[in-house]
């Protein structure tokens, strides 16, 4: 039985304006797709197109529906993603230990009483 390539299922498209990742040259679109059938491993094989958004003209609704999956769990759901920048503080155990002991000390963490007046902390970053 000889196997026929089906079509590729859409599971994400991100663009660089929303996710800053390193991208090739002129590309602002990365776009991930999968087979939905099992491969080497026992999960979908993946494939990554870089894009230029505004190559892309002919916007489907939705993605044609597969005429077949392996599993049902291979069909992604659509959904929307809504990134939103934090801001990445160091693991504990990186800080010097006066922080870390400040940190330790629950009396000093924001707290806000039944009558809704905010107490802030008192961390001080050492002065080394």
Not at 25 to 43: I, K, N, R, T
Not at 58 to 75: G, I, M
Request: aromatic share 8%; charged share 25%.
């Amino acid at each position: 039985m000889v196997r026929r390539p089906g079509p590729l299922l859409p599971v994400a498209q991100l663009y660089a304006r929303d996710v800053p990742f390193p991208r090739p040259s002129g590309a602002d679109l990365l776009q991930v797709l999968w087979c939905p059938f099992d491969h080497e491993m026992p999960h979908p094989k993946t494939a990554l197109f870089w894009r230029s958004a505004a190559t892309v003209t002919d916007v489907l609704d939705a993605p044609p529906e597969p005429p077949v999956v392996q599993s049902p769990y291979y069909l992604p759901e659509p959904c929307l993603f809504s990134p939103e920048q934090v801001t990445e503080f160091p693991h504990p155990r990186e800080l010097d230990k006066e922080l870390r002991d400040q940190l330790d000390d629950t009396s000093n963490w924001e707290t806000i009483d039944p009558r809704g007046t905010r107490r802030t902390p008192t961390i001080r970053a050492s002065s080394t």
